[in-house]
């Protein structure tokens, strides 16, 4: 959503790149010991750095990603387009549909990018950094939950500007 648009998320919630690789080390101490992970499947865009910082932590050396679009122009949820499937042969290791695979993403919010996702690897253990409420039964881990109506500003999406505070009465 860009500044000036029609607010369609009524909290803001600014992460920085030190609070976004601190939450995505917390993600990957809490899947330290759940399971034996034998690749990352990251859905792209956002799930690329929490991937990296998650593989980094646990040892993981195969990453695969998958593409799928949701958001147009950064303010609403669209159709979804599965734009680069999970590559076969990954979704055939250990038994097949997944198992053996983490599924990373920075957030889910309604759940529809989690579910396309999970019909593709069922057995996966699907984790993300934040939650929303209708998309949190979704994910089998994450480290923070935020109400639906917040619109998360992740620190690749943002450059250095000033924020006005929160409270507009409490200038000068």
Known sequence: MTPDAEPLHSKAFPVS???FHRDARALAWRLS?????HAIVCITRGGLVPAAIV????GIRVIETVGVASYHEYKDQGQLEVVKPVNGALIDMDGGQGAGILIIDDLV????TARVVRDMLPKAHFATVYAKPKGRPLVDTFVTEVSQDTWIYFPWDMGFAFQPPI???SEG
């Open 17 to 19: 790149w030190d609070q």
């Open 33 to 37: 010991g759940q399971g034996e992970w």
């Open 109 to 112: 919010d309604t759940g529809a």
């Open 55 to 58: 593989a980094r932590e646990l």
């Open 167 to 169: 409270n507009k009465r």
